[in-house]
């Protein structure tokens, strides 16, 4: 599978120690830009069964504030893997550590430890206590207090009968092929959470990433150490989950104790808080390294009644439809409420429309992480599997979340919208407390759907995921102030949200305000020559939406052109990139226009005689509203694209469908481009009114 981190580190290198190689990264942070040397936060290693991608979720968020340094301990990831018990001995990755700050030049800094890293950490702030200001550790595992129950009874040395339970933490077992089945129960122990399916799955693959023997040597190491706290001067803080079952929550109680050191307990959590609750976290981290290493403060606040009325507006990055619709509510808005004051905290390629319209996009939205850049990532030749693309951007949402959490921390705001804006929804769920504002959810589908090729175990993701937002719902129905669905109810599919789980049509019925579509585009009435076509020539628009992924479909049409006008003699072709993609890439074709970046698109497409797309809802939905005949392309594996937008152009009776496979194709797909041409439109009508009737629910929150 492929992965990458989602903010890439400013410097990487390795430091040796007696011929071991330990790879470390470097994150600048805004001590490079203020040149104050500012605090460094080190991540420390902990057990070799996981690599330093442990903390891809503390990364982005601690480097938008503080210099970070994390590295990969001896045995896990890009670091060497010795041989021998004497190799993983504590004093080993103390030096380790030392040697890594030593290479990049930290005088001072906050240790951070997960797990079996506390106790280095603790090591390292005991020698040098001038060197750390302070140590934060999550997950206690010091041997501070015995072992759990169900653990203790299972000899980590000697060979069981049973292979049950905790009986596979044991050394015959891994060596004698039961280390994978090891790894996933592990895993599964260590995030007892509910709907933890993507830590258990991150942690089974960095698991797998390493080998039995590096781990059976980890262990008789551990087995040597002498359990206990050596005495710290430096500031300590402690986050312990209350049900932890891989260490005793005790534990976590005992170092507070023996450090003097503040406890942070997170009730219903298990062994990594800082995984499974990184919001929460991320915060308490960066409050306990502003206290040890504080820097100054320049705030304004302002009284409750000087304060003007202010809204935040998050507009979805996947597709530029998503920007179209939210200018038209915000126009709207606007004229209800002639004083609001209308920040956006936005992404590229949104920050373009944002811009060519003379709005206000809030500076934090540079610190923003690309989703577009992921997806494009994801993406193979024109197939996106949607789903797990978003889940394998978890780690972008967390960062993302927390830069608006920051946003609304500094400026107060009356409403905050959020189109589409899963992180804001999922976390203010996660962190009710967060919610300081009236905040109204916009979306145009609802329930993550399995792909067929998926099988079972897609299926029981897509329905673990639907079950804790119904759960969300059901917990905390007054989060959402109003929670508003562009479309109507026979928009909706009548699937189930999964197995045992409620009908999606009738649970978003019941659950959703509907506004009907909304358009954001002005009413047809551009005429083809102001725009620079001939108006005695036919005109197909193709077009690939804001986002990089259309590469392989412009392609596959540019195939199929000359075959096209062959059967069309006199057909023009105009082929719109987008402002993620370069135009020039694409070959000079007879009869075919390139463009980039069109802000006016809505217009183009309103004077073309067809218009070939992927199956984006925005764009098929201004084409039914425009009356233009379609071909739409839907992206492999996009269970949004496949299945919630068909199923409403099939109510509207909209557009042509074709698979990916057929217009590869260019016999096939010029016939179709040449039978389109000539069949009648029949579509639906679309209503126009769906930006006033958003409005005019947003408004009751201001």
């Known amino acids: 599978m492929k992965e990458r981190a989602a903010l890439p580190a400013d410097h990487q290198g390795t430091v040796e120690r007696d011929g071991v190689a330990i790879a470390y990264q470097v994150w600048d942070g805004p001590a490079a830009e203020r040149g104050n040397g500012g605090p460094t936060v080190v ?17 982005p ?13 001896r045995g896990a990831g890009a670091s060497s893997r010795p041989a021998g018990a004497a190799a993983y001995a504590d004093s080993e990755y103390v030096a380790d550590t030392l040697a890594v700050l030593d290479a990049a030049g930290v005088q001072q800094c906050v240790l951070v430890g997960f797990s079996r890293g506390c106790p280095w950490a603790l090591q390292l702030a005991a020698a040098q206590p001038d060197r750390v200001l302070g140590v934060a550790c ?21 060979q069981h009968e049973s292979n049950e339970g905790w009986a596979k933490y044991n050394r015959h077992y891994w060596l004698n092929g039961g280390y994978e089945d090891f790894v996933r129960y592990f895993f599964g122990q260590l995030f007892r959470e509910p709907h933890s399916t993507k830590q258990i799955e991150d942690g089974i693959r960095w698991g797998l990433q390493t080998t039995p023997d590096v781990l059976v040597d980890t262990e008789e190491a551990r087995q040597d150490r002498t359990p206990g706290a050596p005495d710290v001067t430096c500031p300590v803080l402690v986050v312990q989950g209350e049900e932890d079952a891989i260490r005793p929550y005790a534990e976590g109680v005992r170092l507070a104790e023996l450090t003097g050191g503040s406890l942070v307990t997170i009730a219903g959590g298990g062994h990594a808080p800082h995984a499974r609750d990184p919001v929460v976290f991320n915060r308490l981290l960066k409050d306990f390294v502003d206290r040890v290493a504080p820097q100054p403060v320049r705030r304004t606040w302002t009284r409750a009644m000087n304060r003007p009325r202010r809204a935040l507006y998050l507009s979805s990055p996947i597709g530029l439809g998503h920007a179209r619709r939210d200018l038209a509510i915000a126009q709207e808005l606007r004229r209800r409420r002639p004083d609001l004051q209308l920040d956006w905290l936005a992404q590229h390629p949104v920050t373009r429309v944002l811009e060519d319209a003379g709005e ?33 951007m978890d780690e972008i949402l967390v960062a993302n979340f927390l830069t608006f959490a920051d946003v609304v921390d500094d400026r107060h705001y009356d409403l905050v919208i959020g189109d589409e804006a899963w992180e804001v929804d999922y976390f203010l769920h996660e962190n009710p407390e967060l919610k300081r504002f009236s905040y109204a959810w916009l979306t145009d589908f609802v329930g993550w759907l399995p792909m067929p090729d998926g099988g079972a175990a897609e299926a029981h993701l897509t329905a673990d995921y639907n079950a804790e937002m119904l759960d969300h719902r059901a917990r905390y129905p007054r989060l959402r102030d109003h929670s508003l669905f562009v479309g109507d109810p026979e928009d909706i599919i009548t699937a189930t949200f999964g197995p045992g789980l409620p009908s999606i049509r009738d649970w978003t019925t019941a659950n959703y305000t509907f506004t009907g579509y909304i358009t954001g585009f002005p009413p047809a009435g551009e005429s083809r020559e102001r725009l620079g076509y001939r108006s005695d020539r036919l005109l197909c628009v193709v077009t690939v939406g804001g986002s990089g992924v259309g590469s392989a479909l412009l392609s596959r049409v540019l195939d199929a052109v000359p075959l096209a006008r062959r059967l069309v003699p006199g057909l023009e072709f105009v082929f719109v990139t987008g402002p993620r993609l370069d135009p020039s890439t694409l070959p000079a074709t007879e009869g075919v226009t390139v463009r980039g970046y069109l802000p006016d698109l809505p217009q183009h497409l309103a004077v073309a005689d067809l218009a070939i797309t992927q199956g984006g809802l925005t764009t098929c939905m201004e084409l039914t509203a425009q009356r233009v005949p379609f071909i739409y392309i839907p992206l492999q594996h996009h269970f949004e694209q496949e299945y919630h937008v068909r199923t409403r152009l099939d109510r509207y009776n909209a557009g042509h ?20 041409l000539t069949q009648p439109v029949d579509y639906h009508p679309v209503a126009t009114d769906g930006a006033t009737r958003a409005a005019d629910l947003l408004n009751q929150l201001l």
């Open 61 to 73: 968020y601690l480097a938008r504030h503080f210099r970070v340094i994390t590295f990969d301990g």
């Open 138 to 158: 999550v997950g206690v595992a010091a041997g501070l207090v015995p072992s759990l129950e169900e653990r203790a009874r299972w000899n980590w040395n000697e």
């Open 657 to 676: 469908h074709l698979t990916y496979l057929e217009a590869s194709d260019p016999h096939v797909l010029a016939e179709t481009i040449a039978k389109r």
């Open 43 to 59: 991540l420390l290693p902990t057990w070799s069964i996981v690599p330093s991608r442990v903390w891809k979720a503390q990364v």
């Open 360 to 392: 206000t996009v809030h500076p934090a939205s540079s610190w923003l992480i690309s989703e577009s850049a992921h997806v494009e990532f994801e993406a193979e030749e024109h197939d996106l599997h949607a789903f797990q693309a978003i889940r394998r």
